[in-house]
């Protein structure tokens, strides 16, 4: 049971738009800590996406956007690509446990 | 070229020990804090521990407390992860990740840098 809690999956045409959402609580998203995303292919190592809600480092193309909301978070990818086949997980800071914690990651399958 | 290498993976009994290391490259080592995380086969990402950049912090995840140990050496570029009393549940891919610089306007509490990982199996 992740502390931040995401989709199992999500899927989209070429070309489309989806938006993987992330749902937190007081203690991380509602206590001001900041909503991090970052992109896993199989059997490669996670890459940073989105850092502190919404600003993308560079080389991440703007087909990325993130928002946070209260308790909530989302990642929305436009103009969906067959690259963009990956699990995606959101993260943050948990004050109540005092630890980094994720989401149990989403993924996206391009049809 | 930026870098993190995870060595020290390997297969292991329950109860055993194993000792990781990542090599950092390509940046001041010393100016950055960094993590250990995990990743069990199948499943998601797990925090397991920091150290600040200077050593003088140190947190770990309730699951691998007292039994996994961080530490640095700042001299040599690499980062440690002494495991101890090891289970079948630390079977997972253990990654380095760097934490960025704090700004005047974020704390950069996130994982900038990923190095590949290195394979942990606990097994009898």
């Known amino acids: 049971q992740s502390v931040l809690t995401q989709p199992p999956s999500v899927s989209g045409a070429p070309g489309q738009r989806v938006t993987i959402s992330c749902t937190g609580s007081?203690?991380?998203?509602?206590?001001?800590?900041?909503v991090h995303w970052y992109k896993q292919v199989p059997g490669e190592a996670p890459k940073l996406l989105i850092f502190d809600n919404s600003d993308r480092p560079s080389g991440v193309p703007d087909r990325f956007s993130g928002s946070k909301s209260g308790t909530s978070a989302s990642l929305a990818i436009t103009g969906l690509q067959a690259e963009d086949e990956a699990d995606y997980y959101c993260q943050s800071y948990d004050n109540l446990s005092d630890s980094w914690v994720f989401g149990g990651g989403t993924r996206l399958t391009v049809l | 070229e930026v870098q993190l290498v995870e060595s020290g993976g390997g297969l292991v009994q329950p109860g055993g020990s194993l000792r990781l290391s990542c090599a950092a490259s390509?940046?001041?080592?010393?100016?950055?804090?960094m993590h250990w995380v995990r990743q069990a086969p199948g499943k998601g990402l797990e925090w397991i521990s920091y150290i600040s950049s200077a050593r003088t912090t140190i947190y770990y995840a309730d699951s691998v407390k007292g039994r996994f140990t961080i530490s640095r050496d700042n001299t040599k570029n690499s980062l440690s992860l002494q495991m101890d009393s090891l289970r079948a549940d630390d079977t997972a891919v253990y990654y380095c990740?760097?934490?960025?610089?704090?700004?005047?306007?974020?704390?950069?509490?996130?994982?900038?840098?990923w190095g590949r990982g290195t394979l942990v199996t606990v097994s009898p």
């Open positions: 007081r203690s991380n998203f509602g206590a001001g800590y900041d």
């Open positions: 390509g940046f001041i080592f010393s100016s950055y804090s």
């Open positions: 990740a760097r934490r960025p610089i704090p700004s005047t306007t974020s704390a950069r509490w996130f994982f900038d840098l």
